[in-house]
């Protein structure tokens, strides 16, 4: 990198887990990265440390009242600007003078500004799988036509990103027979399937590997996640669902696989530390340091690997029937799963509910192509209202 100018980064969503480890890895590289934008829903109080610290040209948050409490917070403290709505997300992501965007807004609310910076033609990070769950031919559509460079967050699509040729034509030509999806079954993989209808939120939301946020953590425990990393790996790498194969690896250790035909099977393994992605992606296709010590197999001792249980985890059976099926179909399971964890997390519905929810609001819609960013939207929304009336009989 050195050399080289300085870059400028965007942060949608720095006060959640990703954004958080966003900062910490741009914090260690203050010569080659200088912060443009951060973004927050609700933490106006973390949004303003985060200014104090990093001094960004902007500062969006989701309404005008919270626009007042920033501007409150930091007075005179910082030349940052504060924006506010879904103009200034936009606004921040596709500016001339940012170079990266970290997506990170979690849920359909990180759609609107990812596509902004995708259409801009930046450097995009894609922690926000939703945007590729609920809109992948409209989002894969914009990022053709403008070039902007997609490089994946999640963990695992970063780890198969990893294992395979750069640049990559198809799976086909690389002579790749499949991709192993690895995921840690989360906190319930062992608990007694009759006991899950009693699950509390507090439990759902204490993963065993990983620091999330709690509506990512719930996806992790119905294993929904996976499920959405299926449908994401589906379109990011091109391939057929019958290509991906989930394997449930409960240390987290071995990040995803890829099998070549010729009987190499390519792994990337680390801690799991989110630092990880983020700074490969940051450099690519350079290394820079995340903050992550390295992994000590030795201490580690074993890796273990095992086969989904889908009467367990019903909803990583929906996801991929999601996926088959194609068109507006994983739309209304993304809007579906997440009206469902957000009643799920208020006390509202019971765990075991959450896939009964998301499969009778499947079943009452019907599958139609997404042609346009106003038709996926105008899906959404109805599938969210549809779940929200189908919560009332369960």
Known sequence: MQGKSLQTVTVLGSTGSIGVSTLDVLARHPQQYSVFALTA??????????????NPRYAVVTSEDKGEELRALLADETDTEVLCGLEGLCRVGSA????????????????????????????VLLANKEALVMAGPVFL??????????????????????????PCASLADAGVEKILLTGSGGPFRTRETGDLHKVTPDEACAHPNWSMGRKISVDSATMMNKGLEFIEACYLFDAHPEQIEVVVHPQSIIHSMVQYRDGSLLAQMGNPDMRTPIAHALAFPSRIDAGVPALDLIAQGRLDFQTPDYRRFPCL??????????GSAPTVLNAANEVAVEAFLQGRLAFTSI?????KVMNSTPVVELTGLDVVEAIDLNARELAKRTLGGL
Request: some cysteine; hydrophobic content about 50%.
């Open 41 to 54: 829903n609700e933490r106006v109080a973390e949004l303003a440390q985060q200014c104090r610290k990093f």
């Open 96 to 123: 001339g003078e940012v170079d990266v965007v970290m997506a990170a807004i979690v849920g359909a609310a990180g759609l609107r500004p990812t596509l902004a910076a995708v259409e801009a033609g930046k450097k």
């Open 141 to 166: 559509q914009a990022l053709q036509a403008s070039g902007a460079q997609l490089l994946p967050i999640d963990s695992e699509h970063n780890a198969i990103f990893q294992c395979l040729p750069y």
């Open 317 to 326: 059976r929906l996801a991929e029937g999601a996926i088959d099926v194609g």
């Open 355 to 359: 896939a009964a929810a998301i499969e």
